[in-house]
C-alpha cells in the first residue's frame, strides 16, 4: 500500500518488527502498547530515501537510547514524539534513559515531546 499514510497499531500485541516493511512513507504511526516492538522499528523508519514520518507515538514500546538516537539523526522530518514516562509505570515503557532523552532532545529540538501516563 504506497499510497498508506497513517497506521495506528496501538495496543497490538502480536505485532513484531519484521512485519513492517516499508514503513518510510508513513507521516503518523501510533505504536502505543506494542510490547513486542523495539529500536528496529526505528530503522525500518527511516529507511529509504526521504523518511518521511511525522508523528510517532513509541508510549509502552521497548524504545531504548540507540532506538532514540535513531530518530534523531535519520528522521529528519519528526515533529512528534509520544513516550511514556518511566518511574511508577506498570506497563512496559522502553529502555531508554533520562541521558538518551536529554541526547534526543539536543539533536533535535524541533520535536515535541509528548508523555504519556
Given at each position: 500500500?504506497?499510497?498508506?499514510?497513517?497506521?495506528?497499531?496501538?495496543?497490538?500485541?502480536?505485532?513484531?518488527?519484521?512485519?513492517?516493511?516499508?514503513?518510510?512513507?508513513?507521516?503518523?504511526?501510533?505504536?502505543?502498547?506494542?510490547?513486542?516492538?523495539?529500536?528496529?522499528?526505528?530503522?525500518?523508519?527511516?529507511?529509504?530515501?526521504?523518511?518521511?514520518?511525522?508523528?510517532?507515538?513509541?508510549?509502552?514500546?521497548?524504545?531504548?537510547?540507540?532506538?532514540?538516537?535513531?530518530?534523531?539523526?535519520?528522521?529528519?522530518?519528526?515533529?512528534?514524539?509520544?513516550?511514556?514516562?518511566?518511574?511508577?509505570?506498570?506497563?512496559?515503557?522502553?529502555?531508554?534513559?533520562?541521558a538518551?532523552?536529554c541526547?534526543?532532545?539536543?539533536?533535535?529540538?524541533?520535536?515535541?515531546?509528548?508523555?504519556?501516563?
Open positions: 500500500m504506497p499510497s498508506l499514510r497513517d497506521l495506528d497499531l496501538s495496543w497490538c500485541i502480536c505485532l513484531q518488527p519484521r512485519m513492517m516493511p516499508n514503513l518510510h512513507r508513513l507521516h503518523r504511526l501510533l505504536l502505543r502498547g506494542c510490547e513486542q516492538v523495539d529500536d528496529s522499528v526505528c530503522t525500518a523508519l527511516c529507511e529509504g530515501p526521504e523518511p518521511q514520518l511525522q508523528e510517532l507515538d513509541m508510549a509502552y514500546t521497548r524504545l531504548s537510547d540507540v532506538g532514540l538516537r535513531t530518530l534523531a539523526v535519520r528522521c529528519p522530518v519528526l515533529r512528534t514524539l509520544g513516550l511514556a514516562q518511566n518511574k511508577d509505570n506498570l506497563w512496559t515503557t522502553g529502555n531508554w534513559t533520562e538518551g532523552l541526547e534526543f532532545t539536543r539533536l533535535r529540538p524541533d520535536v515535541r515531546l509528548v508523555a504519556i501516563c
